[in-house]
């Protein structure tokens, strides 16, 4: 018998699943996970508490036979405070307590050159229901450092607003999405996703004064991400730029960063930093008291059908900053704790290049997240 | 000026060998929850493809030998395609279902069989012959039998590197009975200085190996073996004729990734006297003893994967 070439089993070896690309394979998780989580959060404007949420979460993540893997979740959100308000007035701040109870399961079936993953998921509220599904899908080169992700979604939303503004109405989103992720070496890798969403049906804000938008939205979204990690201190950066775009005319750019530091004894701290900045809405009126209509409205405003109006402040041209702090401890081999603070403010003058929507009020929010995780 | 991580040895038993996880990291207790992944592959391995558990991919494949096909999952497939590729490199020397020949050879006891032994089990060799056909596998005749046990360990040692490698961990080496996969040199950058066995001396050592990254794995005719007549009879049974090898005392190759460099060390061994044409056309850094002590090597202590 002929002898083959000895550099052939080299190659061989390397097509075996898991020995080459090391860092970027997409293999099956090796332990399970089980995570108790809650968070609090306050949002304020100047003058006002507004919103606070109390939410207790619970999820679990199981790798099954060695190829499968199922993931689910289960959160409950307490929401207590003035309602959302217009975006300047201090009237019409009325009281308002809801919950909400939301669930997903993802099952992913792991190749040895990708992932196909199907998820569902459920929102409940008195006055929203939203279910959702999707599949996703994943597939390496031979060399495993480069990856192809695809993924589409339907979302279904109802809403029932308790002031009977509508009655039944519905909310029809598809989304589209495709990446691809390279690794750039040892110490480096990126990743470039687009996202397609075309939505239909009721976009308003039922509980906003005079909020008519259009029936259908049309979202892109271009994400580049970056990580690196530092030999020198054993650290990973976490880079990303996210533009996107909407039909309702809204332009908005993502900067942010954080940084994985581990320390000795357990501990890992990350640092994290978040710059938006959004323009309004192309029916987006910055409001004023109207002598006739009160509460703020549109300078010199008139009702005429087919008019597209809103005054939701995450319509307005703003920017915002997000500023966190993540420390995490092991505890042992099995348990890991963490505790997560963010504060993020959002103002006209934060908006990129120019002033923003003249007499948007500062919004400021912040989140606590105490987390502990098992694994077995 | 930021302090090189301290190195940490985790040392466990798995595929009846010795093993060691060395790695560096901020303390024990952070070593040792990176090094309990890897620990759990390597793990995970033994217990998927044991030939002792009567449960396993392997026990069932050849329980229907002669009768049926047996499914097998995608990692079963790959390992099967990688066991063609030593098949052919090899020239059939380096057979799967070789495994057979341990039915005659009893290394416990100095006793050579003879070829009345030896030709029943040869006709039950033919890695060749295995039927395949999508996702299943039939071995043709009964009594035949695979197992992995040619590569196991070597693969792995890589799939557990891998896992290390996917948290992050950069200066570290994973060593499963003297098969050892590098994923970067000590914090300081140095290369780590790995011993190679003497084949004679017991504890011994014969060299020391410089290896940054890749793989050093031995192989060699002092593991299992017998000595009678004046000659060494060991393992590393030769599929065509049933006898051992007697040309090698040990091999030791550098590659890459731990599952090549333990094939061709041990196809080097088979090989005999085309061994070092051999892993001179492979292109390996080697560190080859033959049967009279002579030491012949190749690029070692100079090269880094």
Known sequence: MQLKSPRSILLAALALPGLHGAAHADTPPERGEITLSYLDYQDRQPGLDRIAVHSPSVSILAPVAGVWTLEASLLHDSISGASPRYHTAISGASHMDDSRIAADVRVTRHFSRGSLSVSASRSNENDYLSRALGVQGSIASADQNTSFTFGAGVTNDRINPVNGVVHDERRHTVELMAGVTQVLGVRDIAQFDLTHTDGEGYFSDPYKFLDIRPRSRTENTALLRWNHRFDASGGTSRASYRYYRDTFGIRAHTLSEEYVQPLGGGWTLTPSARLYSQSAASFYFDAVYDPVFGPPSPPNFQFTPGLLITQDQRMAAFGALTLGLKAEKKLGADWVVDVKFEDYQQRAALHLGGTGSPGLAPFYARTWQLSLTRLW | ?305
Not at chain 2, 146 to 172: Q, S, W
Request: charged share 20%; aromatic share 8%; hydrophobic share 45%.
């Open chain 2, 1 to 305: 000026m930021v302090r090189a991580l301290p190195v940490f040895g985790i040392g466990f038993g798995a595929m009846a060998s010795r093993c060691e996880i060395r790695l560096a990291a901020s303390d024990e207790t952070e070593a040792h929850r990176l090094a309990a992944f890897a620990i759990d592959e390597v793990k995970r391995i033994e217990a998927k493809y044991s030939r002792y558990r009567p449960d396993t991919v392997v026990s069932r494949i050849n329980a229907a030998a002669g009768v049926d096909w047996t499914e097998c999952d995608d990692e079963t497939l790959a390992l099967f395609a990688y066991a063609d590729a030593l098949f052919a490199a090899s020239g059939g020397r380096f057979d799967i279902t070789s495994g057979v020949l341990r039915r005659a050879w009893n290394f416990s006891q100095p006793r050579v069989p003879g070829a009345a032994q030896l030709a029943p089990l040869l006709a039950l060799i033919g890695w060749g012959e295995v039927q395949r056909e999508g996702q299943r596998i039939r071995l043709p005749r009964a009594g035949m039998e695979i197992d992995f046990g040619g590569f196991g360990k070597e693969y792995a040692a890589d799939r557990a590197g891998t896992i290390l490698a996917g948290l992050g961990v950069t200066h570290a080496y994973v060593e499963l009975g003297g098969d050892i996969r590098v994923l970067g040199p000590q914090p300081d950058g140095a290369p780590w200085s790995i011993g190679i066995q003497h084949p004679r001396a017991g504890e011994g050592t014969i060299a020391a190996i410089e290896v940054a990254s890749g793989a050093l794995t031995t192989s060699g005719d002092y593991e299992r073996y017998f000595d009678a007549g004046g000659r060494r009879y060991c393992h590393i049974l030769d599929p065509r004729s049933g006898n051992s090898v007697d040309c090698w005392q040990s091999v030791s190759v550098l590659a890459p990734v731990a599952t090549a460099a333990g094939s061709y060390a041990t196809i080097a061994m088979l090989l005999e006297d085309e061994a070092i044409v051999f892993l001179d056309t492979a292109g390996v850094a080697y560190l080859a003893v033959d049967r009279h002590g002579q030491l012949h090597s190749k690029n070692v202590g100079s090269v880094s994967y």
